[in-house]
C-alpha cells in the first residue's frame, strides 16, 4: 500500500460523509427529494421498445423500413435532448438519406437472406461516443482547445459498424478528454441523467448512457479506460459491455497512445437497453478478431456456470478505506446470486487474490505508467505538478479553461500516482500476477459478481469525490478482463442500480450469458417515463 494515496483515499472518504451531511442539513435529506424527472416525454412509439434483433427481423420481412425506424428516433432524441443535452452533433439529414438507400438495396434484393447476412445491422441507427471518431462531425471531445476539431475518417470500431449497415445519428457527449465520470465541459455544459437531473449520467460515455437509458437510441458504440462504458451504464440502467483488452481495435479514438499496453486497457464497446443485443454488437465490433471470443460456439450452458461473488466489492483493510458499497446495490446482488443457486448454479463467495488488496495502487500505477497519451494541459514539464495544483484550484472557482476532474486526472499523472518510481514497477509486477491467478480462478466457466461502483449516480458536481471507487472498474481494465454491467431496477430513490459481471480474458461470452438470464428474469431497462404505446 502507498501512504500518500492512502492518506488522500481517506480523506475522501470522510469528507464526502462530512459534506453530505452538511448537504442533507441544508437541502433536506437526500432520500426524500423527489427525482427531477418526470417532464421526460412518455415512449409512446412500439419500435422504441424493440430489441436490434428484432427490428432487424421486422427489417428482413420488409415489414419495417429503415426510414420508419430512423425517424422514430430522431424524434425521440429531439423530444429528449432539451433536457439531457447529450447530443454534441447530429447528422438527422444525411442518415434519413443513407435510410432511404438501406430500403431501396432491402427492396431490390434478390436474396434478402443473403444481404443481412453480410451485413447484419443493415438499417439500424446506432449513436456514436464522440471520443470514437465518426467521419466529418466533431472531435473536440469536450475540450474548448480542441473545439473546432473534426473527425476526418472513421475510427475502427465505428467502420465496421457502419459496413455492418448501421446508420449513424450522432455524436455524444463526453468529459474533456475523457478524463472523468462526469460529463461536464466548458464546451458543451452538463449532460443530465435522465432518471433525475439534477444527476450526473456518468462517463466518459455519458451521452451514450442518458440516450439508452431515454431510450433514445437502439445502442451506441462506448469506449472505456476505467470504467467509461460501465458507470454510465449502472447510472442510466442500461447494459454495457467492455470486452476483452485488445480485442476491440481502438484505432482513431482521442484519446490515444503508442503505448502498448494502452490498447489492452482501453476497449470499445456496446452499450444497450438490450442485453440479447450484446453478441452480435461485440461480434461486429471485434471484427476478425470475434473469432477468439467463441460467441457462436454452443451456448455456454447456464447450469454448468461457476459463480464467484463479493458483494462489498474489495475485502479487509482496503475494503474498508473505500466508499462503503451500497446497501440497495448488495440487496440487489444478492437477488441475483438466490436465483442463479435456484436455478442450479454453483454460487461461492470469492477468496479473491491478495493482488485485490493494492487494487488502488495497481489501477492509479499503471493509468500513471502509460506513455505519450496526452494530457488536458499539454505535455508535463519539471515543476508542472505544483502548476497542476493550482490549476485545480483555478478550476474550482471556475477561472480554467478546464475541468476540475481532466485536472486531477492530469495531476495523478504527473505526480506519477504520488509513488517512486521503483513503486511503479513493483505494482506492474504484482498486476501481472493478479491478472494470472485470477485467470486461473475464474477459468472457461467462472464468472466474477462483483460492484460496478459503489453508489448510483451522485448529484452535478459531486463526482470528484465519488471517482476514488474508480479501482473498481479500472482494475479490470488493466487485467484485461471481459466485464458486462447488468441494470438490475431501482434504489429508494429511483435511481437505476446493478452490478458487474467479470470472466477471465475471452471468456466474454460467459459475461453476455449471465445478462441475458438477468435480463429474462428481473426485466433488465426500466424506462425513465411512462410507455404508453399508441400503436
Ligand atoms: C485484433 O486484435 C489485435 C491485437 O490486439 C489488434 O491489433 C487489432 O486491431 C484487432 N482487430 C480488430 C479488427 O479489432
Ligand atoms: C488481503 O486480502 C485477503 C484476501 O482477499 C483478505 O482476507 C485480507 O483481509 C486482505 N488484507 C487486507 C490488509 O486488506
Ligand atoms: C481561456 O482561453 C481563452 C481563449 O483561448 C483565453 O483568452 C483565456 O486567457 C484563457 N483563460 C485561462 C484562465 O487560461
Redesign the pocket.
Known sequence: MEFLLRLLLIIVKFSTRILNAVHNAIRGPQQQQKPESSCLPAITNRLLTLSAQELRTQLRSRQLTAVELVTVYIERIKAVNSQLNAVVEDRFEAALLEAAAVDKRIAAAGDVEQLFERQPLLGLPVTVKESCALAGMSFAVGSLARSKMRADSDGAAVGRVRAAGAIPLLVSATPEYCFSIDTDTLLNGRCRNPYDLKRTPGGSSGGEGALNGAGASLFGIGSDIGGSIRIPSLFCGVFGHKPTGGVVSVAGHFPNSDDADFANYLVLGPITRFAVDLALLLEVMAGENASQLHLHDPQPQLGKLRVLFSTAGF?????RMHHTVDRDIKRRMRDALSYLVSIGLQVKRA??P?G??NSMEIAMSSIARLQQMPYALGEPTKGSVCETLVQVMRSLLKLSNHTTNALIFDLLRRAKAFMPGQRLEYYQKEAQTLAVELTQMLGEDGVLIFPTMHAAAPLHGWSSLQMWGVDLTLIFNVLGMPVTHVPMGRNRLGLPIGFSVIAAPFQDRLCLRIAVEMEREFGGWRPPSPITLSN
Open positions: 475485502v479487509g483493510l482496503n475494503g477468496q479473491l491478495a485485490f488488496n
